[in-house]
């Protein structure tokens, strides 16, 4: 399994409509071959209520990369949310976990 990770920092004050966007980008991921599940979470910092982070699973790492990427669907993802971000995300992938407690 890969596990994308990203610190998404949403223009603050456009927070609620990020969270709109993404209810309606969410099936545009979840219908993609080898997607396992998504997590989306706000941070909690004070001063830190636009930032969040997105955690996606998937079955290999080209499921992403290559798959989704060069998908219909990413595009229309890219159409409904790259405009809430400043500065653009830097995406991770990171494979099975070496320690786990």
Known sequence: MILESALLDVVPG???AFLA?????????????????L????CLDEGRGSRF?????????EDH??????????????ELLHRFYEPFPEV????????RA
Do not use: D
């Open 92 to 99: 991770e992938h990171y494979g099975e976990p070496v320690l």
């Open 39 to 42: 997590e989306l979470r706000r």
């Open 21 to 37: 966007a993404f209810a309606e980008a969410r099936p545009l991921i979840a219908a993609q071959s080898g997607f396992r599940w």
């Open 14 to 16: 456009r927070e609620e």
């Open 65 to 78: 990369t290559e798959g989704f990427r060069r998908s219909a669907e990413y595009e229309r993802r890219r």
């Open 53 to 61: 982070l997105l955690q996606v699973e998937w079955e290999r790492l």
